[in-house]
């Protein structure tokens, strides 16, 4: 298969070991970390970039996307004539532990906690001050990370309002205790083992030693990201979207998207 990647910058290192060894022809295009801060600017860029890729003279077997649903940015996302695949995951950090029930393990209980990788530690830094720099992916708002760039209303008319006020109520309250309980100070970093020798594991530490926060190591795992380059899309990992449809979000903690 002929394939186009399109991924965020934070898997620069773990796309390109993927590809390396992958049996099928990948090209790749990566998007700045920066461009996360915006779920509706990230979701026109995105879209922007796959309406280039068909609109070039190669065709594609599939257009693959290193995103997961982070905070709505890839929901609405379409091809016209070629198939997107993307991991049913929440957002990156689903694909740095390499499953989404290791998401589920580690972050379930605070899913807004600190959490860094290589890529993450490593991309977003012009060379200025390490103050400057953005070791660690700190959580939005509340609201931010349950509704993403959606309104409650918009949410109750294509929900109901009881089914949105019961998901937002419950998962408010788990987020809420989990921000205001004193105990939970920790920032985690996800080592992926392949790239432990480049030493990020030991500036996290520090850095979360310097502001008075526990460090917390988790191991992390390609395994997400070389499936998506490899073609082996298992439907119960990945979701593939017909030309013409949408992706969209289910919001549960197993399928996560799905096709409109």
């Not at 003279?57 to 995103?67: E, K, N, R, V």
């Not at 921000?179 to 920790?186: F, G, H």
Request: glycine share 8%.
């Amino acid at each position: 298969m002929i394939l186009k990647l399109i991924a965020c910058e934070v898997f620069y290192r773990e796309a390109c070991m993927s590809i390396a060894t992958s049996p099928h022809r990948v090209d790749v295009e990566f998007t700045e970390k920066g461009a996360h801060n915006d779920s509706a600017k990230l979701r026109a860029l995105l879209q922007e970039k796959i309406d280039a890729a068909e609109a070039a003279p190669q065709p594609w077997d599939a257009i693959l996307l290193g995103f997961g649903l982070c905070g709505n940015s890839t929901v609405g996302l379409t091809a016209r004539k070629t198939r997107l695949v993307i991991p049913r995951a929440h957002d990156c950090c689903t694909i740095f532990l390499g499953s989404r029930e290791r998401f589920r393990e580690h972050f379930k209980d605070n899913p807004s906690l600190p959490f860094s990788s290589v890529g993450y530690a490593e991309r977003g830094w012009t060379g200025g001050s390490p103050a400057e720099h953005s070791f660690f992916h700190e959580p939005g708002t509340t609201t931010s990370f349950l509704l993403g760039d959606k309104t409650w209303e918009q949410y109750a008319a294509e929900y109901g309002e009881v089914n949105t006020r019961y998901i937002t109520e419950t998962l408010r309250t788990s987020i809420d205790h989990s921000l205001t309980d004193q105990k939970d100070n920790r920032v985690v970093f996800i080592q992926v083992p392949e790239l432990s020798h480049l030493g990020y594991a030991e500036r996290a530490r520090a850095e979360a030693e310097a502001s008075g926060r526990k460090y917390v190591e988790l191991p992390g795992d390609m395994r997400l990201v070389r499936k998506i380059v490899h073609g082996e899309w298992d439907p119960e990992e990945f979701l593939v979207v017909q030309p013409g449809r949408k992706i969209a979000g289910v919001y549960d903690w197993d399928r996560v998207v799905t096709e409109g």
